[in-house]
Each structure stands twice: as structure tokens, then as C-alpha cells.
């Protein structure tokens, strides 16, 4: 028996009619539970270079977390892919060694038809060698099964790199 996220007003009008089936309720149980997941890497990666101020993927990670039946991480291709519409929340924090003086800006993005809002941070390496933190928080609202989510990079200037020591990507299903 597959079960099914359906819209809080199907599942409510369910209750409405005696005779609530087993289906039923696991559909409910699926629906209210959020879905989550994540892609990570510890103890380094190799070292990002040729970024220029386009953004690009961010290709570091190394391993998937746990993860519920609503989305699919998957660190081969650095991006996790929502299963289940709704309203998510993602997470993107590490710890980074960059080129001295240059500014590296992180983007959380979602391909499809989902709407990020938030999401964007920036981070000032000043010296040689440099690491720094990073964290951004953005929702991502009006996601369909099938958008998928990673994160950019894009370095101020031309020929920049940088090297994450550790890192996490999470989602969560909000609503």
C-alpha cells in the first residue's frame, strides 16, 4: 500500500464521513509528519577552484544522512530532491578555507517550481591560509515532487577556490 501526502483539507474532510479507512489514516500520519533529510561531507573535501562571480554548484559533499520517504539526498550529484509537495525549510552551514581577500557568497537554490526565500550568505576570508563559518536559512515555498535543492558558490572576483572542511545540507517539510 503506497502511501500518499494529501492536502490538509482532503484528510480533514475525511473525518467528516464515518467510516475512516486504514488508508486513511496513513495517509494522515504521512501528510502531518515532515519529511527531512540531508547531504554532508567531515574531514575535507578536495578543493573547488575556477570560481568566477557566476554562481555554481557547490560540489563537496561525500555522504547522505537519514532521510524519510519524503525526498531523496543524494551527495553523488551534490542536491536533494523533494518527493512530496509543500513548504520546506533548508539548512546549509560549514567550514571553509578560501583564497586571502576575496568575499565567497553561498545561494541554498531550488530547481523547479519552487520560490526560495532567504537563503543567501556571504563570507570574508582575510587572510592566508583562511577558514571561516557559514550559515543561510531559507524556506522554499510552493515545491512540487521532483524540485530538487543544493547549494551555489560564486567568488568576487575571476580563478578563486575554496575547500570545505565540513558541511551540511538539511531539508525539512514544514507544511
Known amino acids: 500500500m503506497t502511501d500518499i501526502v494529501r492536502p490538509r483539507a482532503d484528510l480533514l474532510s475525511k473525518f467528516n464521513v464515518s467510516g475512516t479507512s486504514p488508508q486513511d489514516m496513513r495517509d ?12 554532508a561531507v567531515t ?31 543524494a551527495h553523488g550529484t551534490d542536491n536533494i530532491t523533494l518527493t512530496a509537495n509543500g513548504v520546506w525549510l533548508a539548512h546549509f552551514s560549514a567550514t571553509l578555507v578560501g583564497d586571502a581577500d576575496t568575499v ?31 550559515q543561510a536559512f531559507a524556506l522554499i515555498t510552493g515545491a512540487l515532487n521532483g524540485d530538487v535543492v543544493d547549494v551555489t ?4 572576483d575571476t580563478d578563486q577556490a575554496v575547500t570545505v572542511s565540513e558541511a551540511m545540507l538539511a531539508v525539512v517539510r514544514i507544511f
Open 104 to 134: 565567497k557568497t553561498f545561494q541554498i537554490r531550488c530547481t523547479g517550481t519552487g520560490t526560495v526565500l532567504g537563503g543567501s550568505a556571504q563570507v570574508l576570508f582575510d587572510s592566508v591560509p583562511s577558514a571561516a563559518d557559514v
Open 43 to 73: 574531514g575535507g573535501s578536495t578543493e573547488q577552484g575556477s570560481l568566477s562571480t557566476t554562481a555554481a554548484k557547490l560540489t563537496a559533499f561525500a555522504a547522505d544522512s537519514a532521510s524519510s520517504d519524503q525526498c531523496t539526498p
Open 28 to 39: 494522515l500520519i504521512v501528510s502531518v509528519r515532515g519529511g527531512y533529510g540531508a547531504i
Open 153 to 156: 558558490v560564486a567568488g568576487d
